[in-house]
């Protein structure tokens, strides 16, 4: 198994303009997890699903953030528009009983 | 705030000298979790205990789990330099669904 999968490894974006990060469980993993860390602020659970089904977004900080799990293979967290202060590593989890499995991260500068 | 806070902050030894990081949590859990994560990295699982288990190996690994304190260890034994990381602990609470909450993490320096 290659693990939890996310895309892009590292994204650079002007301030206004929409990104998307990308992410592919590991299958057989019924929730999936998008956190953000900073050094500021450390790991921040932003949204959760549970078979495909966004359980708690309570974490999303604004409207411009957004995720989906349109399958159990796939999973995309929204940024639009993207500013500086969104800057920061998002991490891409999920998990079985024994654990989460960690994506990667992909470190996104706003400038 | 933070369900789980580990301390210290950050702890600085010499390699072979055990490492001993503590985290504190505030609700009742189902389990405690501990990770490492190395610089740029993601966070790697290194042991799971469950809230009815006092103490689990994992190679020079042990945790314990002490629910009447809500506090838990990790001890890493012999240390190596390779083990210079953050050191997370996360809780998974037992009022239902799946949220895990982490702390902030102990940074660990092995100096070889």
């Known amino acids: 198994d290659a693990g939890v999968i996310q895309s892009p490894r590292h994204e650079v974006t002007e301030m206004g303009q929409e990104v998307t990060l990308r992410c592919k469980p590991i299958s057989g993993h019924n929730s999936l997890f998008w956190y953000r860390q900073t050094m500021m602020r450390g790991l921040e659970l932003l949204i959760y699903?549970?078979?495909?089904?966004?359980?708690?977004d309570s974490g999303m900080p604004e409207d411009r953030f957004s995720a989906k799990m349109p399958n159990a293979s796939f999973s995309t967290l929204k940024i639009q528009p993207s500013e500086p202060r969104d800057s920061a590593v998002y991490f891409c989890?999920?998990?079985?009983?024994?654990?989460?499995?960690f994506g990667s991260g992909t470190r996104l500068t706003v400038v | 705030s933070q369900q789980g806070e580990e301390d210290p902050q950050a702890l600085s030894i010499q390699e072979g000298e055990n490492a001993t990081m503590n985290c504190s949590y505030k609700t009742s859990i189902n389990n405690l979790q501990w990770y490492r994560q190395n610089s740029g990295r993601g966070l790697v699982h290194l042991i799971l205990i469950r809230s009815n288990e006092r103490e689990k190996h994992s190679g020079r690994l042990r945790v314990t789990l002490d629910t009447s304190k809500k506090s838990s260890s990790l001890l890493i034994t012999a240390s190596r330099a390779a083990d210079t990381a953050s050191y997370f602990c996360a809780t998974d609470g037992n009022t239902g669904g799946f949220k895990t909450i982490f702390g902030a993490g102990t940074r660990l320096f092995v100096k070889a």
């Open positions: 989890a999920s998990s079985s009983d024994y654990g989460y499995t």
């Open positions: 699903f549970n078979n495909n089904v966004p359980i708690d």
